[in-house]
């Protein structure tokens, strides 16, 4: 049975897979199910709910959907894991507790996909690098995320480990992640970046405040250069009004392979080999 906690768990084989059925999702040619999908979202959720029940949807899985906190009670996941199996193909899972999902995996009863944690948010760096990948070798492209250390950049550092993507972190000392290589310098880092990443500073908004993407920081990057900033982020603060109005921001339709992505996640883990 295939989950997706982390995608680390994962191969490039397993990526390369998911994003050919993202294509054939796109081409709405994608593998049609009869079943039905539990999903465990809470209310502030809003483009990964969406883009998950609209994509189930339409891959013929009918979305059944739960707030996270239905998950904390005393129950053992294990046995939550295998009722739900009786019922559903798979388990769609948003909550801050990514050893929810674990034990939940653990059961190996039902498919369990990983849809935000504190820890890291896979499904969405994937659909970042299938949209990456409609116009360029993501491969070989040099990503920089400037922020500290939280689920979007570990998400990031999965995906560049699995990939081996060139991936650094910009971000002031004592914000870095482990096993990234970091820079203090904005202008450094951005200089040699394809893709700018983003993420809200947290707790870090103080610390971070010399590290907004500008329009002047953009000037720095060679031609071309993506700004593609994680959803929700607030204008002004971890990126510039002026910076969204460049040329270098991916814009909102960016985020529209999330459909496809989600729908190809669920696909490979439902149907190994498929």
């Not at 650094?168 to 290589?181: D, F, H, I, S, Y």
């Not at 405040?209 to 250069?225: F, H, I, N, Q």
């Not at 339709?253 to 490979?268: D, E, Y």
Request: glycine fraction near 6%.
């Amino acid at each position: 049975m295939r989950h997706l906690i982390r995608l680390t768990d994962w191969t490039a084989a397993d990526v390369d897979d998911v994003f050919a059925l993202a294509h054939r999702f796109r081409a709405d040619d994608g593998p049609r199910f009869d079943g039905a999908v539990a999903m465990f979202f809470p209310s502030s959720s809003i483009r990964t709910r969406v883009s998950f029940e609209r994509g189930a949807a339409r891959a013929g899985l009918q979305p059944i959907v739960f707030p996270p906190e239905s998950l904390d009670k005393p129950e053992a996941l294990e046995d939550v894991a295998g009722y739900l199996a009786q019922f559903v193909d798979a388990v769609v899972v948003r909550h801050p507790d990514i050893s929810v999902l674990e034990r939940m995996a653990e059961a190996d009863a039902v498919p369990v996909i990983n849809a935000m944690t504190s820890e890291n948010h896979p499904c969405e760096v994937l659909s970042d690098l299938f949209a990456l990948s409609l116009s360029a070798d993501v491969r070989a492209l040099r990503y920089v995320f400037v922020g500290a250390d939280g689920n979007i950049g570990r998400a990031w550092r999965e995906a560049a480990q699995v990939l081996s993507l060139d991936f650094m972190q910009c971000c002031p000392a004592g914000l870095g992640m482990t096993e990234v290589r970091s820079t203090d310098d904005l202008g450094a880092a951005v200089s040699r970046a394809d893709v700018i990443l983003t993420d809200g500073p947290g707790a870090h908004a103080e610390a971070l405040s010399g590290y907004r993407v500008t329009a002047d920081v953009l000037e720095k990057a060679p031609a071309g250069v993506r700004l593609a900033p994680c959803p929700p982020f607030l204008r002004g603060r971890e990126v510039s009004v002026d910076a969204l109005v460049s040329d270098a921001f991916v814009g909102y339709g960016f985020k529209s392979a999330l459909i496809p992505v989600q729908q190809a996640v669920l696909a490979h883990c439902i149907t190994p080999g498929l």
